[in-house]
């Protein structure tokens, strides 16, 4: 079997038809900012704890990916040192005792080029697999992610990361609208609020998968294990 060959893969609202050519995963801001403590989740009022039971089905998913020689793509949502793209909005928004670009026990909140700001070390990028930094919520909005699938004729892709309803959610519906089609690893995406995580991947799969396409690690593992 090659890269060509159609995997079908458990999913709701019904099987997911993946081909490994024409597939990438895309992992969404899995940045110590939002994973550990002293960052910008914290920062927001969050209990970073709820978001560390994904690491490990990452960890794993990604090794299957890199193993079958699969695209991975990374994404990390930050600010320039000089926050000229950090809107005042988002600057002033949620009143935290710290602010993005005040100084933490990780650097800069999420600032690009802080400790705090790049990715946890079970994820790390490997030497070939694009980053993305966004400014926003959306993996799409003011970043190149669109021309990068285009260019490596990407149609599909398999997303997880954090968190499931803000940064997960908004990229599958910038995804969605721009062609892709989207599978969201339930167990791979992940919520400081589990009841958000829930309704997160029930809008994702409802109306007959009306943005997507809910499935798990292991059955995309198993899938691109026959490669
Ligand atoms: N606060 C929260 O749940 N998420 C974010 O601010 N960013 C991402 O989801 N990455």
Redesign the pocket.
């Known amino acids: 079997m090659g890269n060509d060959e159609i995997r079908t893969v458990a999913a709701e609202p019904y099987p997911f038809e993946l081909c490994p050519r024409h597939c990438a995963l895309l992992i969404?801001?899995m940045q110590r900012d939002?994973l550990e403590p002293g960052g910008?989740?914290e920062t927001?009022g969050n209990d970073v704890g709820q978001l560390r039971r994904t690491i490990e089905p990452n960890r794993r998913l990604l090794g299957a990916w890199r193993e079958a020689g699969l695209l991975a793509i990374h994404t990390r949502?930050g600010h320039r040192p000089d926050l000229a793209d950090l809107p005042e909005a988002k600057r002033v928004r949620g009143h935290g005792a710290k602010r993005i670009g005040d100084p933490g026990p990780m650097g800069r909140i999420l600032v690009r080029g802080e400790a705090g700001h790049d990715i946890i070390p079970e994820l790390y990028p490997k030497a070939g697999e694009p980053v993305v930094d966004k400014p926003g919520?959306g993996a799409f909005f003011a970043t190149d992610l669109h021309a990068i699938l285009q260019n490596r004729g990407v149609t599909q892709l398999v997303v997880t990361g954090?968190?499931t309803e803000?940064?997960v959610n908004t990229t599958v519906r910038e995804a969605n609208d721009r062609g892709y089609d989207c599978l969201v690893l339930e167990d791979c995406v992940g919520?400081?609020f589990p009841e958000f995580h829930e309704m997160g991947l029930r809008m994702v799969k409802a109306q007959g998968g009306i943005f997507g396409w809910v499935g798990k690690s292991a059955d995309v593992i198993g899938a691109v294990r026959k490669i």
């Open positions: 969404i801001d939002f910008f989740g927001l949502e919520k954090v968190t803000v940064c919520s400081y």
